[in-house]
């Protein structure tokens, strides 16, 4: 059963002006009246509450259905923190350190060689002079990169092995993690960013760390604890209806339908996508993000209202936590007692002072981090 998102807090009590938020509304308004868009739900929140939702336009301009509060929308690349967070919770229980060697779970990466010169045709490479570790996944500073983004030579090997998109019919995970550490990197480990695969190699190390499948792993340590009924891999049955349909910007202007990418989220994959696979709704994806800004803590369902923005935070008009309690989010948690927290580095680590004796416990960071303390959702039926 979906949830419903409800505005849970007058605009005004938490400083935001209603009038404005109108202007927001009216703005992306005309995205779908001058199609170029087919339709959206936007979300305000501040202080774990939500001051506004709305939505406009179709799922379906086909068919004319409506955008609804529990229309379900491909995430594409919001993915992407969700897996990242997976793995943070193997780095609190000291499965792994930022700065080891990915090659170490994951061996086809043991010898990448880093793109030179040359062309698609006769590409020339070079031994990469840093290991791929596994922050650069988390940063997009590994040198991967993406077959689509068809910016360079290294992309446009990505695209003649298959991985445009879509990855070739029946590779699996593990095939496609094999596949991309055969390819050259677009530049040598931590030495610059590039948007990539980096994410859904970091969800293949999910799986062989934890020894469970990404979609298992994700569903015990996030979505059902986090109460995200409607975060799945795929649609299937009566829930098609309520899927937004996927469009692009037409050739001559106005919007084309795109059945065959957005066709894949109506069957079970076979490569489990952590940089770009699931499927959502606002209400789902604000719980997630609730969790963040509260520091890996949250209502749980059973005592939270259903847009998730219940008082966890113990910010509420009184002050105090509105009858609540506080929660942890046991996913985010450490399995063992840790001490005081360890704050993130405000740099990236040095990659030279990783080595095969460093520790294997994390005693620190048992929360995950985030700066604001207030978030903006904003979803539409293209892809991110």
């Known amino acids: 059963m979906s949830a419903e998102f409800t505005v849970t807090v007058d605009p005004d009590e938490v400083g935001l002006d209603p009038r404005q938020l109108a202007r927001l509304d009216a703005h992306f308004a005309k995205y779908v ?61 000291g499965a792994f350190e930022l700065t080891d060697e990915i090659s170490r779970w994951l061996p086809e990466f043991a010898n990448v060689r880093v793109y030179d010169k040359g062309s698609t045709l006769k590409p020339f490479t070079v031994p990469a002079t840093e290991p791929i570790r596994v922050w650069h996944l988390l940063t997009h500073t590994s040198g991967l990169t993406y077959g689509f983004l068809q910016t360079s030579v290294v992309d446009a090997l990505y695209r003649a092995a298959g991985y445009d998109l879509l990855p070739p019919p029946g590779v699996n995970l593990a095939e496609a ?17 590039g948007y990539s695969v980096a994410t859904d190699v970091l969800g293949r190390l999910i799986e062989v760390v934890s020894g469970q499948r990404l979609d298992e792993f ?12 409607d975060t799945r891999w795929w649609v299937g049955g009566d829930d098609v209806e309520r899927l937004a349909a996927l469009y692009t910007p037409g050739p001559t202007g106005g919007l084309t339908r795109y059945d065959l990418l957005g066709d894949w989220s109506l069957r079970e994959p076979i490569l489990l996508s952590g940089g770009a696979g699931l499927v959502s709704t606002a209400a789902d994806y604000h719980r997630f993000t609730q969790m963040l800004l509260r520091e890996g803590a949250y209502d749980p369902p059973a005592g939270a209202d259903a847009s998730g923005a219940g008082d966890a935070s113990g910010d509420s008009g009184s002050g105090g936590s509105g009858g609540r309690r506080q929660e942890p989010f046991a996913g985010t948690r450490s399995s063992t007692a840790c001490k005081e927290p360890a704050s993130p580095p405000s740099t990236p680590p040095k990659t030279t002072s990783a080595s095969p004796s460093s520790p294997r416990r994390r005693p620190g960071a048992s929360k995950s981090q985030r700066t604001s303390r207030s978030s903006r959702s904003t979803t539409t039926s293209r892809p991110a």
Not at 178 to 189: D, E, G, M, T
Not at 218 to 229: N, Y
């Open 33 to 93: 009246d001058s199609g170029k868009l087919p339709g959206w739900h936007i979300v305000v929140t501040r202080g774990g509450k939500v001051a506004h939702s709305s939505v406009y336009g179709l799922r379906d301009v086909e068919t004319k259905a409506p955008v609804t509060p529990d229309t379900l929308w491909r995430i594409y690349s919001m993915t992407k923190p969700i897996t990242s967070v997976a793995a943070m919770m193997l780095w609190e229980e």
């Open 177 to 193: 993690c094999q596949a991309w550490a055969n390819l050259p990197l677009l530049f040598q480990p931590g030495t610059r960013w």
């Open 218 to 229: 994700i569903a015990e340590r996030i979505l059902r604890p986090l109460g995200m009924t």
